[in-house]
């Protein structure tokens, strides 16, 4: 199984992801700064993941003797969209408090371990959803390298693989950082799953062919009325599953439900480097002095969303609101 993070004696092991899928290289981080630097290059990416990166960063700031209210707010401030950051956070802050830094690093390996039995638990449930047989299409990379291990709507794929031998999986590449064909594409690869990579714009093609069984992504943040951020193109395929009537699912553990927002307007937006749209494999593909535009996220209206897969079981976005936290 792929471990796109391990904690070991004071340092947190990262699997740049920024280098996948030509070369596996881990960071070593053992201090506060390099964890902010590596959530904010995407090295680790992916909502549970940050969220877990973010906990070792507080814990790592704390030990360092850094002032407890700016370790919180630069770790808060590295990716805004995600509340899997804010959750994780909120629950070393809680433990600082309660505890002081005596119990700082066991809190940040209980959120390591629990993400992992979370994923797990989520991916079961959701499996319950397939018979087997299906092509299932998903988004972006939302597999163990988006969390501390296993993965959310690439979990609940690994599992209906390991019930049913039998699926097929279309990966959008996923413009402009490629979550899709480098990493999805690498982790079923591993896995021994067939699929089969596409360009973002392919989906719409594939779905009219009557080719699509059953859509799949992740979230990075769920508004109490089940309006879900993730990333950007999330939003067009959730319009065009609806179109062809074809069940459109959202794989998230409870700790991406942020029970302070009311609906999807709320949610920010997160707006990367141009540059990350106008160079392609190190070389320039937008003419010199054009306007570009990189929003890394997009919000789906409840309404598109056939059901929320979590730990604690499948809901209707009606639902959501009544999910217990822990
Ligand atoms: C399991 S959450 C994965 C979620 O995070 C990704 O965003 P990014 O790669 O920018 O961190 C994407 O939205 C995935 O669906």
Redesign the pocket.
């Known amino acids: 199984m792929i471990r796109p993070i391990i904690y070991d004696n004071n340092i947190l092991k990262l699997l740049d992801q920024r280098k996948l899928p030509s070369e596996q290289i881990y960071c070593e981080c053992s201090d506060f700064d390099s964890i902010v630097e590596a959530i904010r290059s995407?090295k680790v990416?992916?909502?549970?993941?940050?969220g877990v990166a973010a906990a070792f960063g507080f814990y790592f700031g704390i030990r360092d003797g850094l002032n407890a209210d700016k370790v919180y707010s630069k770790l808060f401030d590295t990716?805004p969209?995600?509340v899997?950051l804010k959750w994780g956070l909120d629950r070393m802050k809680e433990s600082f408090e309660k505890y002081g830094e005596n119990y700082l690093e066991k809190t940040a390996i209980e959120i390591f371990d629990e993400d992992v039995k979370t994923n797990k638990k989520l991916s079961s449930h959701g499996a319950s959803l397939f018979k087997g047989g299906e092509n299932i299409l998903t988004?972006?990379?939302?597999?163990a390298l988006?969390?501390a291990g296993y993965?959310?709507?690439l979990g609940v794929i690994r599992s209906v693989f390991y019930k049913t031998k039998n699926i097929h999986v279309y990966v959008d590449e996923?413009r402009p950082?490629f979550?899709g064909s480098r990493?999805t594409s690498f982790e079923l690869r591993e896995e021994g799953i067939e699929h089969t990579v596409i360009c973002d714009n392919m989906a719409g093609f594939l779905m009219n062919s009557g080719i699509v069984d059953k859509v799949i992504?992740?979230?990075?943040r769920i508004a109490c009325n089940g309006d879900a951020?993730?990333?950007i193109g999330?939003y067009q395929l959730a319009v065009l599953s609806g179109f062809h009537n074809i069940p459109f699912y959202i794989?998230?553990?409870v700790s991406?439900i942020d029970f302070s927002l009311k609906s999807g307007e709320e949610i920010p937006i997160?707006y990367r480097d141009v540059n990350e749209v106008a160079y392609c494999g190190g070389s320039r593909i937008v003419p010199e002095g054009i306007d570009i535009l990189n929003p890394?996220?997009d919000v789906t209206p409840h309404n598109l969303i056939t059901a929320f897969i979590t730990e604690k079981g499948v809901f209707q976005s009606e639902d959501i609101k009544n999910i217990q936290r822990r």
Do not use: W, Y
């Open positions: 995407m990416r992916g909502a549970p993941a940050i990716r969209t995600a899997n988004h972006c990379n939302a597999g988006a969390t993965g959310t709507a996923t950082f979550q990493l992504v992740g979230a990075d951020a993730n990333k999330t794989a998230a553990p991406s997160e890394a996220f």
